[in-house]
T-cell receptor, first 117, second 112 residues
Framework: AQSVTQLDSHVSVSEGTPVLLRCNYS??????LFWYVQHPNKGLQLLLK??????LVKGINGFEAEFKKSETSFHLTKPSAHMSDAAEYFC???????????????FGTGTRLTIIP | NAGVTQTPKFRVLKTGQSMTLLCAQD?????MYWYRQDPGMGLRLIHY???????AKGEVPDGYNVSRLKKQNFLLGLESAAPSQTSVYFC???????????FGPGTRLTVL
């Protein structure tokens, strides 16, 4: 069984300071991991994905995440927050045990990021 | 290239009414998914399809039915709506060569 825990339901940072959104996962197999962003009243947009290649993954809008198997973590970071980063962020895990196409994405409960001017 | 579109964007139903939500994608993706999003619970998979004419149950399928008669369309039906089905519904699609799902803008459904 797979699961994902987002350790903070709400994070506030000042504009121009670093962003850290924490995610821990549990998976029986080699997982694929994703971060999605959801702006208010919008759909989900893929930020980045890890699929067993490089452990440091770079995504859009300056975000990146590092897969740490020993810590079962996949934290999302950005060096300098921008006002447009204010949104809800979801960490997602997908187990490789299922037939391709039958993957069940398991979503975290989300972290709301607020940017203070 | 519109990506994934959903119709309607908003809907209010009375308990017991029925409706169909339409999802369309123009990316020629094989796989399509329906999720619901509720506060504090992330997204949960309702049903999914790995190809035209095939559907399967997800995590929370009760009270919903789906059909995939055409590759580009995935319909979600509520035969007798209940207040517990008040939620935001998202459709997603994925290519067989990818590990990432692409989401539509969502449908906000309220059942009174």
């Amino acid at each position: 069984a797979q699961s994902v825990t987002q350790l903070d339901s709400h994070v506030s940072v000042s504009e121009g300071t670093p962003v850290l959104l924490r995610c821990n996962y549990s998976s029986s197999y080699s997982p694929s991991l994703f971060w999605y962003v959801q702006h208010p009243n919008k759909g989900l947009q893929l930020l980045l994905k890890y699929t067993s290649a490089a452990t440091l993954v770079k995504g859009i809008n300056g975000f990146e995440a590092e897969f740490k198997k020993s810590e079962t973590s996949f934290h999302l970071t950005k060096p300098s927050a921008h006002m447009s980063d204010a949104a809800e962020y979801f960490c997602v895990v997908s187990d490789a045990e299922f037939d391709f196409g039958n993957e069940k994405l398991t979503f975290g409960t989300g972290t709301r990021l607020t940017i203070i001017p | 290239n519109a990506g994934v579109t959903q119709t309607p964007k908003f809907r209010v139903l009375k308990t017991g009414q029925s409706m169909t939500l339409l999802c369309a994608q123009d990316m020629n993706h094989e796989y399509m998914y329906w999720y619901r999003q509720d506060p504090g619970m992330g997204l949960r998979l309702i049903h999914y399809s790995v190809g035209e004419g095939t559907t399967a149950k997800g995590e929370v399928p009760d009270g919903y039915n789906v059909s995939r008669l055409k590759k580009q369309n995935f319909l979600l039906g509520l035969e007798s709506a209940a207040p517990s089905q008040t939620s935001v519904y998202f459709c997603a699609s994925m290519s067989s060569g990818s590990m990432a799902q692409y989401f539509g803008p969502g449908t906000r459904l309220t059942v009174l």
